[in-house]
């Protein structure tokens, strides 16, 4: 029984380790070879417009694709779901919010896509990248966290293919086009999540209607976490978003090791349905304030570094803020932590909730401290924003201590 137990531990190990890794390889390609040659390539100007196709798609992405990836291993133990009923409701969802990101950018930033044929190469990209972010689903169910692995290092090997592409054709899209299709061919020549594709069942109706609330979720999360780049090209310019991108890139990295810090959290929290009362979550809490300080420092040492490296034609104009976005983005990663642990003893209407009064805040304040404050303005209002929620999350954990621990459904 023990040999079994360590031999289950270290496959969960394994895994985790293969999903950590394929972060990593994915991230470390966009943000050291991606990003910075495109941004020397194109000139921070024409590079904020890039930041800024690039946040439509970063919002589509999770919020359609890795939304219904989770939903579908969540109705899977109670519904007889087949391919088409979640084939067609990411076709369904990512139209209608491509549609809605299309009359967005018309109204507020008209020409940012340049021609007829920049529109349609937007919505490709859109729609191959939700379908990226759902197709590694196939290996989530099967537990093959193997071929997850080789699923992202392909998906990184064709955006470093594309960016060669982009050399050649002129056209920046390709570098992103190239990973997402490269990713997909894979997914479909080693599962079956594609087959029977347009194929539905009774349950069609459910998966339209679950999938559509945690897309909802998604999408506040995702709007919040790109807001800069759809609010600073349309009152700055292009070249503050980039200029803001490069300073908070480091802190925003940070964010990878949330998601396995809080399966660990939640696997803990949730073992023999444990009670968290005030002491513990105020225990868990002071732990959490005490990594975010040593993170601080890390990334207040590491962002001048990285910028001189591989932006250095920043390095003046991003330098008076980097002490400002540095603890605005580990506040940003500290209420993720502490978001993981009150939701375990709470419900999931908070995280919707306290999401979208984030976002009410944060659009109030950088609408106020933006036109006098400019990009430091700005940069305030998002510490500001994010330090409000962290003191929202921690209210709420303490109210609500001392209710059973529960997963997450």
Same mark, same amino acid.
């Given at each position: 029984?023990?040999?079994?137990?360590?031999?289950?531990?270290?496959?969960?190990?394994?895994?985790?380790?293969?999903?950590?890794?394929?972060?990593?390889?994915?991230?470390?390609?966009?943000?050291?070879?991606?990003?910075p040659r495109?941004?020397?390539?194109?000139?921070?100007?024409r590079?904020?417009?890039?930041?800024?196709?690039?946040?439509?798609?970063?919002?589509?992405?999770?919020?359609?694709?890795?939304?219904?990836?989770?939903?579908?291993?969540?109705?899977?133990?109670?519904?007889p779901?087949?391919?088409?009923?979640?084939?067609?409701?990411?076709?369904?969802?990512?139209?209608?919010?491509?549609?809605?990101a299309?009359?967005?950018?018309g109204i507020?930033?008209?020409?940012?896509?340049?021609?007829?044929?920049?529109? =349609? +190469?937007?919505? %490709?990209? $859109?729609?191959?990248? @939700?379908?990226r !972010?759902?197709?590694?689903?196939?290996? /989530? *169910?099967?537990?093959?966290?193997?071929?997850?692995?080789?699923?992202?290092?392909?998906?990184?090997?064709?955006?470093?293919?594309?960016?060669?592409?982009?050399?050649?054709?002129?056209?920046?899209?390709?570098?992103?086009?190239?990973?997402?299709?490269?990713?997909l061919?894979?997914?479909?020549?080693?599962?079956?999540?594609?087959?029977?594709?347009?194929?539905?069942?009774?349950?069609?109706?459910?998966?339209?209607?679950?999938?559509?609330?945690l897309?909802?979720?998604?999408?506040?999360?995702?709007?919040?976490?790109?807001?800069?780049?759809?609010y600073?090209?349309?009152?700055?310019?292009?070249?503050?978003?980039?200029?803001?991108?490069?300073?908070?890139?480091?802190?925003?990295?940070? =964010? +990878?090791?949330? %998601?396995? $810090?809080?399966?660990? @959290?939640?696997? !803990?929290?949730?073992?023999?349905?444990? /009670? *968290?009362?005030?002491?513990?979550?105020?225990?868990?809490?002071?732990?959490?304030?005490?990594?975010?300080?040593?993170?601080?420092?890390?990334?207040?040492?590491?962002?001048?570094?990285?910028?001189?490296?591989?932006y250095?034609?920043?390095?003046?104009?991003?330098?008076?803020?980097?002490?400002?976005?540095?603890?605005?983005?580990?506040?940003?990663?500290?209420?993720?932590?502490?978001?993981?642990?009150a939701?375990?003893?709470?419900?999931?209407?908070?995280?919707?909730?306290?999401?979208?009064?984030?976002?009410?805040?944060?659009?109030l304040?950088?609408?106020?401290?933006?036109?006098?404050?400019?990009?430091?303005?700005?940069?305030?209002?998002?510490?500001?924003?994010?330090?409000?929620? =962290? +003191?929202?999350?921690?209210?709420?954990?303490?109210?609500?201590?001392?209710?059973?621990?529960?997963?997450?459904?």
């Amino acid at each position: 029984m023990e040999s079994l137990g360590s031999a289950k531990n270290k496959k969960i190990a394994a895994n985790t380790a293969y999903t950590i890794g394929g972060a990593l390889v994915l991230n470390g390609v966009l943000q050291l070879l991606v990003y910075p040659r495109l941004a020397a390539s194109l000139g921070a100007r024409r590079n904020g417009t890039v930041l800024y196709i690039m946040a439509l798609v970063n919002i589509m992405g999770p919020s359609v694709g890795q939304a219904l990836n989770n939903s579908r291993l969540i109705l899977r133990r109670d519904m007889p779901v087949v391919n088409g009923d979640y084939n067609l409701a990411v076709l369904i969802y990512t139209a209608l919010g491509t549609a809605g990101a299309f009359l967005f950018t018309g109204i507020t930033s008209p020409g940012t896509f340049g021609t007829a044929a920049g529109a =349609v +190469l937007t919505a %490709a990209l $859109i729609l191959f990248t @939700v379908f990226r !972010y759902y197709g590694d689903v196939e290996y /989530r *169910l099967s537990l093959d966290y193997r071929r997850y692995f080789i699923y992202y290092v392909l998906c990184s090997a064709g955006y470093a293919g594309g960016f060669v592409l982009y050399l050649v054709s002129g056209k920046w899209m390709a570098v992103f086009l190239a990973g997402e299709i490269l990713a997909l061919c894979y997914v479909a020549a080693t599962g079956t999540i594609f087959r029977n594709f347009f194929a539905r069942s009774e349950c069609f109706g459910p998966v339209m209607k679950k999938g559509g609330l945690l897309v909802l979720s998604y999408f506040v999360t995702n709007l919040t976490l790109n807001i800069d780049r759809l609010y600073l090209n349309n009152t700055l310019g292009g070249e503050a978003v980039t200029v803001y991108y490069v300073v908070s890139l480091i802190g925003k990295t940070l =964010v +990878l090791f949330i %998601a396995p $810090i809080n399966t660990v @959290v939640i696997s !803990y929290l949730t073992r023999e349905n444990a /009670r *968290l009362d005030r002491r513990r979550f105020i225990r868990f809490s002071a732990v959490g304030v005490f990594a975010a300080a040593v993170f601080f420092v890390l990334t207040r040492i590491a962002t001048p570094i990285f910028i001189r490296i591989f932006y250095p034609a920043l390095a003046d104009q991003s330098g008076p803020l980097v002490t400002v976005v540095s603890i605005s983005q580990i506040l940003a990663m500290l209420s993720a932590y502490l978001f993981i642990i009150a939701l375990t003893f709470t419900g999931e209407r908070w995280q919707l909730a306290l999401q979208t009064l984030h976002l009410g805040v944060l659009v109030l304040l950088i609408t106020l401290m933006t036109p006098g404050g400019g990009l430091y303005g700005f940069s305030t209002a998002v510490l500001l924003a994010n330090l409000i929620r =962290v +003191l929202l999350v921690l209210i709420l954990g303490i109210w609500k201590g001392g209710s059973p621990c529960r997963a997450e459904k």
